[in-house]
């Protein structure tokens, strides 16, 4: 049975979803945010007066997956089938291609609606906000993830956007306050020899990946409330409870088999 609950939340109801989810499994989420992101990690200590720019391009590559990740993980709550974190990141490296390409026509989705016009972009994001879990945890396409997505969040932009909003505001104001922190005490060192400036570019990308575990869990949380009020998941979800439970019943109620006579 799922532990959050299975019904139609408005967007504060999910916000304290959200927060119940990190709570629960924060250092799983923390991890799934890291796997992806350790090849950028290993740039960052060894490759020569990193700049953060092309960090954040790389990171375009790898949130997919760790959004993919953590969707599964996630879905432990809604569902109550137990999911480990090295199920989740089988899944998705499985299907890493797939999620690149959507998390890219997502971004270049938001684009376009950007260079439109302001109100655009908040559509785009909110059309494409379940796009990452659906392809995750539903056996689709690419393209049929982003109109998946879209189908989804059709006539509730504005809730969905009630928790973007919330999370990505909390993840960077979290992000950048630390970031702020970082470099600061980096700058008020008296002698920048004992800390290179590529120490100081990995506790910044350490402090992104803390942050990011806020906005993927989001992006579930809002994939599974969609599927509730579209799809009537909680009723699914519920039917499939009470059939395990019968079966259950029915396998107990049956009479032991005898015991074979010895030879």
């Known amino acids: 049975m799922s532990s959050v609950g299975l019904r139609a939340r408005p967007a504060t109801g999910l916000i304290d979803t959200v927060i119940v989810c990190l709570r629960r499994r924060y250092w799983d989420y923390f991890v799934a945010a890291l796997i992806p992101a350790l090849p950028l990690l290993a740039i960052a200590v060894f490759v020569s007066s990193p700049t953060l720019r092309w960090v954040e391009w790389g990171e375009v590559l790898t949130s997919g997956i760790s959004a993919a990740m953590t969707a599964c993980l996630v879905s432990q709550e809604f569902t109550g089938q137990p999911v480990a974190l090295g199920e989740a990141l089988s899944r998705s490296l499985r299907r890493a291609p797939g999620i690149v390409a959507v998390e890219l026509l997502c971004y270049l989705y938001i684009l376009c609606g950007l260079l439109a016009v302001i109100v ?93 575990p806020i906005v993927y869990v989001a992006h579930a949380v809002v994939y599974f409330d969609l599927r509730i009020r579209r799809d009537g998941f909680d009723i699914e979800a519920l039917a499939a409870s009470l059939d395990s439970v019968s079966q259950a019943e029915r396998a107990a109620s049956l009479p032991n088999a005898p015991a074979a006579d010895p030879a």
Request: glycine share 10%; aromatic share 10%; charged share 10%.
């Open 120 to 212: 655009g972009a908040f559509l785009c994001v909110a059309w494409t906000y379940a796009a990452i879990p659906a392809f995750a945890l539903e056996e689709v396409g690419v393209f049929g993830a982003l109109g998946r997505s879209r189908r989804l969040a059709s006539g509730l932009v504005p809730h969905v956007l009630g928790v973007v909003i919330p999370a990505v505001l909390g993840a960077n104001l979290l992000y950048y306050g630390a970031a702020f922190a970082i470099r600061a005490g980096w700058a008020a060192l008296p002698d920048h020899h004992y800390v290179p400036a590529r120490v100081a570019t990995l506790l910044i990308l350490l402090a992104n990946l803390v942050a990011r």
